[in-house]
């Protein structure tokens, strides 16, 4: 099955300062999303972006589908920023998520 | 549009005990997902319905665990005779049908239980 690879594997960060999270995936996808899980476990949607560059507020996503890779932007980063980042994928041949391991970000007054 | 829902929102049980757990899905989204996350890991797929319909199921679905979607709205996922190494959140997801196949998944805040 698809192999999905995030980097790097923790972040720390001061608030204010800007990130690129990677992630990697082995086959051609038709979906892709990055999620935020906050403390309390909730999986919060940020980007459905199975190719292309989009934008909302501080976050931005880009993945070139071609090169098999996607990049999640945060700029001006906050506190409320902390918690895991995963990107998930799903193939041309099946309908669930494969998840990558996440990347844990922690943002430091 | 009130989101995913999942009751109950946390259970602990006892080794051997039977438990389940319910799914209200988004209104009108006719795919329905469950998921299992361990500590530190990323969710894991465990099966997925289209309506009523149990399309797919992962190996690491026992038959220990049975999924149900009747009517094709909420879902229950039963776990019986469980086990210490069942203690792990349950994550429930929904999506509508699109042309071309694939939308995004909504997830719900997921069901946390612990077996002692």
């Known amino acids: 099955g698809i192999q999905v690879e995030q980097s790097p594997p923790d972040l720390i960060l001061q608030e204010g300062a800007n990130s690129t999270l990677r992630c990697n995936f082995s086959?051609?996808?038709?979906?892709l999303q990055w999620f935020h899980q906050n403390p309390w476990g909730q999986l919060i949607n940020l980007f459905y972006?199975?190719?292309g560059t989009k934008q909302n507020g501080r976050l931005s996503a880009t993945t070139v589908a071609t090169e098999r890779y996607s990049l999640l932007y945060i700029s001006s980063s906050q506190t409320t920023d902390s918690g895991v980042y995963f990107c998930?994928?799903?193939?041309?041949?099946?309908?669930?998520?494969?998840f990558g391991p996440g990347t844990r970000l922690s943002v430091l007054p | 549009d009130t989101g995913v829902s999942q009751d109950p929102r946390h259970k602990i049980t006892k080794r051997g005990q039977n438990v389940t757990f319910r799914c209200d899905p988004i209104?009108?989204?006719?795919?329905l997902y469950w998921y299992r996350q361990t500590l530190g890991q990323g969710p894991e797929f465990l099966t997925y319905?289209?309506?009523?319909?149990?399309?797919?199921k992962s190996r690491l679905l026992s038959d220990r665990f049975s999924a149900e979607r009747p009517k094709g709205s909420f879902s229950t996922l039963e776990i019986q005779r469980t086990e210490q190494g069942d203690s792990a959140m349950y994550l429930c997801?929904?999506?509508?049908?699109?042309?071309?196949?694939?939308?995004?998944?909504?997830f719900g805040p997921g069901t946390r239980l612990t077996v002692t």
């Open positions: 086959d051609s996808v038709n979906n």
């Open positions: 997801a929904s999506s509508p049908r699109r042309r071309g196949g694939d939308s995004e998944q909504y």
């Open positions: 972006i199975p190719s």
């Open positions: 998930a994928v799903i193939d041309n041949y099946g309908q669930n998520f494969v």
């Open positions: 209104s009108e989204h006719n795919r």
């Open positions: 319905f289209q309506n009523e319909a149990q399309l797919e």
